[in-house]
């Protein structure tokens, strides 16, 4: 398999395309371990626990009353649960890879630094169900227009 420079990724949060406003995005996918070692054992034993996911986003801001630019999107959606978001490490095309969790903005961060343009951070926390890995079925800018 061929690796891939990322320079069109796309992201959907709800039914927004914020992948023009963000220039980094991790994806962090973790389980808790269990310690289930008990007397006898030489080493410790662990089992898989719960797993999270998030999706951490930084980018530049864009304020304004329209909707459609993040500023605005982001404040709205703290902490309103049950949002969808799916990253599309490529272009998001159909038949690409793309990882979907129901999330919430759980924190939007502005970073004031004078002389420099305005960067913000996100992080939208699961909020129910486990991280799903598949296939984009439909292109969402071919099914807008």
Known sequence: ???DVLDDIKVYFDAYDISGDLKKVNLPID???QDKTTFGN???IFMAGIESAKVEGEGFWQA???PDLVD???SDN???VDKPISVCPL???EGEVGFSLKANVGNYNLGLK???ILPFTFVGINTSARIIRGLIIKDAAAAIT
């Open 1 to 3: 398999m061929a690796l």
């Open 31 to 33: 389980e808790d371990p």
């Open 42 to 44: 030489s080493s410790k």
């Open 64 to 66: 304004g009353e329209s």
């Open 72 to 74: 605005q999107f982001l």
């Open 78 to 80: 703290i902490g309103i």
């Open 91 to 93: 272009t998001g095309v």
């Open 114 to 116: 004078v002389g420099e």
